[in-house]
Each structure stands twice: as structure tokens, then as C-alpha cells.
């Protein structure tokens, strides 16, 4: 898994993870934090939030285009500073009027920006380290292990998040309802029913601190909304402190990848060798990965409800306190402790020498004796913020990871006169099967969903009958087998098959390709107040099948132009 890896896979990767673990810290709160300050409905929530996601993942275009000029290493430290000033700015506790939306607005842009130049570029260097035919055959197990070191950073996002707001909120004797924001903002803007009205008071008695249970309703609304908010500006600031740790990674280990900073221009000015291309072949690549783009943009839309639609399920229509063994899903130090097991216990199957074999079996037993340790000291009840359900994602990333590996990989070894390359799947035959487990997904929401009533009928508090948190847990697993197969597959395959002179701007139509899919990701917040509760994963799964199918209908062809 690991053997035979260059070193500068690791500095790149780590250096994405710290980035990686900012971002996501950000974005697991975002939605909750427009919704919390502002006030905003769920379809002008998700429209800004959409768009946001779209810019993110649109400006890769540019960013390339630009590192196919100047070059990869400079499109991606100029992305670390940007993106470091959009995340201050982020972190000011601005008043919730039009300068307070002016300025996140403005933050959001310079996250964006910075993101542009420098995810797809970073991710180009890693290409080019498999150009060397030494590696060239780690490709895909590369991106896989590159996408693992991702999500560990965005694993411990929720967590990180989660941990500020409690300890901003108790530092101003409150507790975290998630019902309370709406009803406040209900209460102050005069729409609030007597039934709301009730339920508001009765939540204001929660709060730990007697002077605050005993404001003024609206005094106590105005109090909980600012110091919320100020929580969430809070949590944003984390992502300056790990772009701090980025950068410092990406200096310390340049000389690693520094062979890899090269575009197309820069190698021929070196006098390097470059491979050429006719422009037939040219045009036909570019062609096959239009096509692949084209699919995966249903993949996304999906995919990124987890800080959308899957979080406001999570608010409103799930237990927020769990119970058994499904708490320990709860619990980052116990995820962490199972992560790092998976790949002892993998060690110990594929070490050479039997001291080795030993050793990492006895780590492993260590690492799961710990976790049965950190369960046993929790609480028989633990509350939960809807936030968390997003650390699964990342989690069962990591977790699957090698497993995924391994099955291809003994797929590649089987070989035979009629497979003499082995029976793995290809990129695109990969990205066809991830779609449609993609749906699947969605078909456990339907399940989930029967007899809740719709978002409108709620009217802004949360279900008299939530669902077990398994639901979400569940969701969130088969989407990861989903994205597993797809996302750093594709990422693999576009720099395996882009023209060399096209690098950075076929990574960046990769990545306008999710920003396409991101914003389409809105359509559900659209609806979200005007349909059945199960509507919503109806036409989510609907869109991923007959995104799969499609794909599968131009398999031949474009397993035939990469070739």
C-alpha cells in the first residue's frame, strides 16, 4: 500500500490535509452559521452556499490555465496566502446587516480564489510524480492514498467545530438547541405562533446559567443569536492555523517534489522530454474526459448535501442524543483509533518478516483494546450536534481506503490469457458503478423518510418523531464506497490521460465539472420547503442511475480514445 511510494506523495498530501482540515472546519458550520446570524430560509441558505461551493470549484479552471504558464508550484503558494486572508476575514464578528454579509461575501471570494490556485495544481504535481515510469503503476493507489490523507483532515473538521461552539457557548452560560436560532429569529421578526413562542421559553429554561434563563424572551433571542454566531466566526478562524501548518509542510519537503514543479513549458525550455501527442489523439482525449466530466457532475450535486439537505435531516428530523454502540460513531479519538487499526491489521497480513507480523497484530489488539477503553467512559446518553454526522464521510474514507485497494488490487493480479493486464476495473468503468451506489444511498433517505412530515409543516422547529441516527450513518457509508470509486479514480485518470501542453486546465474542467454539480447541488434547498420530505432523495437517486447508465453506454468509447 504504502512500499514503493515517492516521498514527495506524502509532503504533498500532508500539506493538502492541512488545508483540507480548514476548509472542511468551515464548511461543516457554514450552513448553520448563515442560517444562525442571518436568519436566512433554507433556500436562500443553500443558494449562497451552492454558488459558494461552485466558485470553489470552478476557479481550478483558471488556476490551471494559469499554472500552464507560470507554473504549478507558484499557482499553489500564492493559493495558501489568498486563501489565508478570505479565512481571517471570516473569523471578524461582524453585525448581521448588510456590511456583515458584504464582508463574508468578500472572505467567501478570497476562499475561492485561493482554493483555485492551489487544489488542482497541488494534485497536478502528484501526476507528475507518476510520469517516471518507476512509479507509473502506483498511479491510482497514489490518489487513493492522497484522498485518504484528505478526508483525516476533514474527519477531525466536525469534531474541531463542535468543540469551539460548546466551549463559546458555556463560556456565556448557553447550550446548543438546535431549534432556538429559528424560533429566535421567528420571535424577533413578529412570526413566531403561540405554540412556537411556548416552545422557545421552555428552551430558555435549559440553559445552564439562571441570569440567563430569566432574560426577557427577546433580549434572550438576541443573546443566543449573537453568541452563536460569534462561536461560528470562532471555528473559522481554525482554518488559518492550518494553512499556518501547510505552508510550513510544503517548504520543509520541496525538495521531495520540487522535479515535479514542471509544466509542459518549463520542461521544454529544460530541453526535458516531453510526450507529444497527434492532434487526433488530442482531440479524442480531451473528448473522452469531457464525457467523464459530464456524468460526474451528478455525482457531485449529490454528493454535497452533507453540508445541505443531510445536515437540516440531521438538525430536524434525527435524535440529537444516541444511545448503544452507535455513540462511539461519535467519538473522534475512537474513529481515529479504528483508522489507524485498519492499516496495522493490513500490515500485519502483508509484512515480510514474522517479528513484524507480530508486532503490528499486538498494535492492533493495543488500538482496539483503546477503543473499547474511550467507549466504556462515555456517557449511557450523549448529545449530539448536527454537525457531526459529517465526520462519517471522512471517516469511512480513511477506513475503506486500503480495504478498496486491496480489492483492486487483487483484481489487477489476476491475469490471464483474456485479461493479461488483470480484471481491475478501469477509471471510467469504476466512476459508471460509483454513480449507482451513489443512488443507492439515497434510497436509504426514502426509507428514512417515511411518515416524517414535510420541512413546511415543521415550520421551523424539529420532528416530534426522530429517526435513529443510524439512518444518516448508513447514508453516509455507502456514499463513501461511492465516492471511493469515483472521486480519486477520476482524479488518477484525468492526469493519466490529459495532453501533456493541458494538464493544469484538464484538472481545472475536472474540477469546473463539480462546480457545475455543486451548484446544482442547490435544487434541493429549492424545494425543500415545497415538497415531500422523500421527494427529495427520489430525484437524488433518480439523477445518480441514469447518470451510471449513461456512463456505461460510453464506456467503449472512452476506454478506446485513452488508450
Not at 52 to 63: C, D, I, N, R, S
Not at 124 to 141: C, E, F, H, T, W
Not at 344 to 355: D, I, M, R, V, Y
Not at 477 to 491: D, K, N, R, W, Y
Request: charged fraction near 10%; proline fraction near 5%.
Amino acid at each position: 500500500m504504502f512500499k514503493g511510494q515517492p516521498k514527495g506523495l506524502y509532503a504533498l498530501a500532508l500539506a493538502n490535509t492541512g488545508e483540507r482540515f480548514g476548509y472542511y472546519t468551515m464548511l461543516a458550520i457554514f450552513m448553520l452559521f448563515l442560517q444562525a446570524k442571518f436568519g436566512w430560509e433554507q433556500a436562500a441558505a443553500s443558494q449562497l452556499y451552492a454558488i459558494f461551493l461552485a466558485v470553489v470549484y470552478f476557479l481550478p479552471v483558471v488556476g490551471g490555465w494559469l499554472a500552464d504558464r507560470i507554473g504549478y508550484g507558484r499557482c499553489v503558494v500564492a493559493g495558501i496566502c489568498v486563501m489565508f486572508l478570505g479565512y481571517v476575514l471570516l473569523t471578524i464578528p461582524t453585525p448581521a446587516n448588510s456590511f456583515g454579509i458584504a464582508l463574508m461575501i468578500g472572505a467567501l471570494l478570497l476562499v475561492a480564489l485561493g482554493t483555485g490556485l492551489f487544489k488542482g495544481n497541488l494534485q497536478v504535481m502528484i501526476g507528475n510524480l507518476y510520469d517516471d515510469p518507476q512509479y507509473a503503476a502506483k498511479r491510482d493507489s497514489a490518489f487513493s492514498l492522497f484522498y485518504m490523507a484528505i478526508n483525516i483532515g476533514a474527519m477531525f473538521a466536525p469534531f474541531a467545530a463542535t468543540a469551539i461552539t460548546n466551549r463559546w457557548l458555556a463560556n456565556s452560560g448557553l447550550v446548543y438547541k438546535a431549534d432556538i436560532p429559528a424560533l429566535a429569529h421567528q420571535l424577533l421578526g413578529s412570526t413566531i405562533t403561540p405554540e412556537n413562542t411556548a416552545r422557545l421559553a421552555e428552551l430558555q429554561g435549559q440553559m445552564p446559567d439562571a441570569t440567563v434563563a430569566a432574560m426577557p424572551l427577546p433580549e434572550f433571542c438576541n443573546y443566543y443569536i449573537e453568541h452563536l454566531s460569534s462561536a461560528y466566526h470562532m471555528g473559522f478562524a481554525v482554518a488559518c492555523v492550518s494553512l499556518i501548518l501547510s505552508i510550513a509542510i510544503y517548504f520543509a519537503c520541496r525538495n521531495w517534489f520540487k522535479h515535479a514543479d514542471v509544466n509542459a513549458k518549463q520542461a521544454a525550455a529544460a530541453n526535458a522530454p516531453v510526450v507529444e501527442l497527434t492532434p487526433k489523439q488530442t482531440k479524442e482525449r480531451v473528448i473522452a474526459l469531457c464525457m467523464v466530466f459530464a456524468v460526474v457532475i451528478f455525482f457531485w450535486m449529490a454528493f454535497n448535501q452533507n453540508g445541505q439537505s443531510l445536515t437540516w435531516f440531521a438538525r430536524d428530523y434525527t435524535q440529537s442524543s444516541v444511545s448503544g454502540w452507535s455513540k462511539a460513531g461519535f467519538n473522534v479519538w475512537i474513529l481515529s483509533l479504528l483508522c489507524v487499526s485498519i492499516y496495522t491489521l493490513f500490515g500485519s497480513f502483508q509484512a515480510e518478516k514474522k517479528e513484524n507480523r507480530i508486532l503490528l497484530s499486538i498494535i492492533t489488539a493495543a488500538l482496539w483494546g483503546g477503543a473499547i477503553f474511550l467507549y466504556r467512559q462515555m456517557p449511557a446518553v450523549l448529545d449530539i450536534q448536527p454537525q457531526l454526522f459529517q465526520q462519517f464521510n471522512p471517516f469511512f474514507v480513511v477506513l475503506l481506503t486500503p480495504v478498496i485497494m486491496a480489492i483492486f488490487n487483487a483484481m489487477a493480479n489476476r491475469k490471464d490469457a483474456k485479461h493479461p493486464d488483470g480484471r481491475e476495473p478501469s477509471a471510467p468503468m469504476k466512476i459508471g458503478i460509483g454513480m449507482l451506489v451513489a443512488a443507492l444511498g439515497y434510497v436509504v433517505m426514502l426509507f428514512a423518510s417515511v411518515g416524517q412530515a414535510s420541512p413546511a409543516a415543521l415550520a421551523g422547529t424539529v420532528s416530534p418523531d426522530p429517526v435513529v441516527p443510524t439512518y444518516l450513518m448508513g447514508t453516509y457509508l455507502v456514499l463513501t464506497f461511492a465516492e471511493l470509486l469515483l472521486s480519486p479514480m477520476g482524479i488518477s485518470f484525468v492526469t493519466k490521460v490529459a495532453p501533456p501542453k493541458m494538464k493544469g486546465l484538464m484538472m481545472g474542467l475536472w474540477f469546473a465539472a463539480s462546480a457545475i454539480g455543486n451548484y446544482m447541488s442547490s435544487i434541493p434547498g429549492a424545494l425543500w420547503m415545497n415538497v415531500p420530505l422523500w421527494a427529495n432523495w427520489a430525484i437524488l437517486a433518480a439523477l445518480c442511475a441514469i447518470a451510471g447508465l449513461i456512463m456505461f453506454v460510453l464506456l467503449r468509447r472512452i476506454e478506446a480514445a485513452t488508450k
